[in-house]
């Protein structure tokens, strides 16, 4: 399960995806994530799959990958699908197990939010699977850097949101290590009910706090003895300069999400017309 979560990682490949500015990047997942939640009809998700899968298949990412990423969300997801399936109502009663309905409405809310979640993990994952940590802070201090005007530190906030991404797949690895150490070691961190559980994990938190910690203090060090001193006064070895192919990926992004909003006015118009 430690090694499933993708969520941080970068995958190397030569494609378009992965030659695009960081930026384009950074702003298409955003529209792309706000499009799922425009709409709620079958035409919008339909169109959104599409567009998905094909950026998938331009960012020459394996797809089992991709969908390795998900094996961590299937107890959230089951657990969203179950409370909307069970807890809304509208329409007709489809079925009744004891005093809990099942209906239309519940059924089409389940769906939609099964499929919304699916996508917000594929699509904001394959940012990160095309994007270096240091070319996603590039794209973030860049993006936000008009708030500089009014002191807002964003050269520091993004270095840290860099630093978390980049750490996520070391803690992971390290984590999994420890577990297999302690499993060798005679530890049983399988059986039990959930109180045993939990203070099994005890042996492994307490290492993995230690060597984050540890790890922390390494990466304060380099950072100071290389006279790492914040943003002020910084320059760029590859300042970011919009080419073709990110104008391109713009509009498409930006039709793809127009596309999107109409459809869902016209289904609303027709639906009430009718």
Known sequence: MIRD????????AKSILHRLDPRVKIVCTLLFLISLFLNKNVISYALATVFLFCVIKLSKVPFKFIMKGLKPIIMILMITVVLNLFLTSGGDVLFQVWKLKVTEEGLRTA??????LIYLIMGSSLMTFTTTPNALTDGIEKLL???NKIKVPVHEIAMMMSIALRFIPILLEETDKIMKAQIARGADLESGNILQKAKSMIPILVPLFVSAFRRANDLAMAMESRCYR???GRTKMKPLVYGSSD???YAVTWG????VF??????AVKLWIF
Do not use: K
């Not at 793809?256 to 596309?259: F, M, N, P, T």
């Open 145 to 147: 850097h008009p708030l």
């Open 262 to 267: 109409l459809i869902g006015r016209f289904v």
């Open 256 to 259: 793809y999400l127009i596309a």
């Open 5 to 12: 979560i993708t969520i941080g990682q970068y995958y190397p």
């Open 230 to 232: 914040g943003g002020d």
């Open 111 to 116: 769906v939609y939010m099964a499929i919304r």
């Open 247 to 249: 104008r391109i990926a």
